[in-house]
């Protein structure tokens, strides 16, 4: 059973527009929401991460959304450039422990 | 400060053969866990080592298994190897106090294992 669901699959923007992508997940016990940026033939990095006790959460022109009460949250990239081209993946734990990812969203920016 | 870093970069194996991937964890870290990415999915947990000792497994088979060191760098090792092991192997490395919350896990640039 997949622990966090995450969508769309793919993603394309123009140069300048907003990149959203969402997740949404089902263990109420997860306290830890970190968003990864990962390229071809790299390992992820990390880009922001949240804990559920804010809704929000900026850092430069990434920010996290989170909504409890719905067990969602999301990633909105603002004036989208193409050196963000990537794939991106959200994922949630607890206690430090293992961290269940979603499937990755692969964001392409047309220039 | 260094990061994780992986050896070897690319491996590859005939099936049935064994195994050994190394991680050396970030300075001052304490905690390694290793993931499976098969291509175009997301990684998937495998287990982890806080202080030497298996701190959580994900559903992967006894022939997965690890170590951690006393410089909190890891091994991980896969008997038997079968054609599904193809993937990026990643290790993350974090800093973990006594019953804390979720710690932020850096990532390693992996290991990309063939099995033919």
């Known amino acids: 059973q997949q622990q966090v669901k995450q969508s769309p699959q793919s993603l394309i923007v123009q140069k300048g527009g907003i990149s959203i992508i969402n997740c949404a997940y089902e263990?109420?016990?997860?306290?830890?929401f970190p968003w990864y940026q990962q390229f071809p033939g790299k390992g992820p990095a990390l880009l922001i991460a949240?804990?559920?006790?804010?809704s929000e959460k900026k850092e430069g022109r990434f920010t996290i959304s989170f909504n409890k009460s719905a067990k969602q949250f999301s990633l909105h990239i603002m004036d989208s450039q193409p050196g963000d081209s990537a794939t991106y993946f959200c994922a949630a734990s607890t206690l430090g422990n293992q961290f269940y990812f979603g499937t990755g969203t692969s964001l392409t920016v047309i220039p | 400060e260094t990061g994780v870093t992986q050896s070897p970069t690319h491996l590859i194996k005939t099936r049935g053969q064994q195994v050994t991937l190394r991680c050396s964890s970030q300075?001052?870290?304490?905690?390694v866990s290793w993931y499976q990415q098969a291509l175009g999915q997301g990684p998937q947990f495998i287990f982890q080592?806080?202080?030497?000792?298996?701190?959580g497994r994900g559903n992967f088979p006894p022939r997965f298994s690890g170590l951690q060191f006393p410089n909190y760098s890891s091994e991980l090792n896969v008997n038997a190897l079968e054609l599904d092991d193809s993937a990026l192997y990643l290790c993350?490395?974090?800093?973990?106090?006594?019953?804390?919350?979720?710690?932020?896990?850096?990532f390693g640039p992996g290991t990309r294992l063939t099995v033919l």
């Open positions: 300075s001052g870290h304490n905690t």
């Open positions: 949240i804990r559920p006790d804010v």
């Open positions: 263990n109420t016990a997860f306290d830890y």
């Open positions: 993350a490395s974090s800093l973990v106090s006594g019953g804390g919350a979720g710690a932020e896990q850096f």
């Open positions: 080592y806080y202080r030497e000792e298996e701190n």
